[in-house]
């Protein structure tokens, strides 16, 4: 068989796979936009907000959230204070996460959810320096989950700073 018969009889199976009901199952139902954190950088005790724009397709709806940070994205400084509880990873230490808020369970009718996940953060008592975190959520169509997180990055001030916060 030469290249030209064996390309017009393997493009076709190859088109088909590709645009088959099946490869709709690999599409990704339900996942997060780009997070605002509003002000980015705020004093000690200050109170950033936090949105997370959500697109669920029908039936998809978000059933729980939560809010951790893996060890190498908080100040040092944290994990002494024990702010947070720490989960030690047995990947390694880059794997080490803190849990700031546990998993939040919502309900929500079947096929719908909310356009976006909003919520403040009260820096009260944390360690001054430059935080990343991670918003995780669960979305759940019948039996199936789909799991999705987005990182987000803000600055707490030391408190003799507060007029640097934006």
Known sequence: MNRRTLAAAVLPTILWIAYSPAADKKKIP???GEVEVTPEVVAHGGRPSVSVPVEAEAPWRLRAWRLY???PYVPRACIAAKQWPLHKSKHGRQWDSLQIRKWTWTWFP???S???LAFELDTTGWVP???GFKVAALFRNGARDHYTSRSFYFSVLPAGRQNEAK
Request: proline share 7%; aromatic share 20%.
């Open 69 to 71: 940070a893996y060890r």
């Open 30 to 32: 339900a996942r997060y």
């Open 129 to 131: 320096g430059d935080y």
């Open 110 to 112: 079947k096929g719908r």
């Open 114 to 116: 909310p356009k976006k």
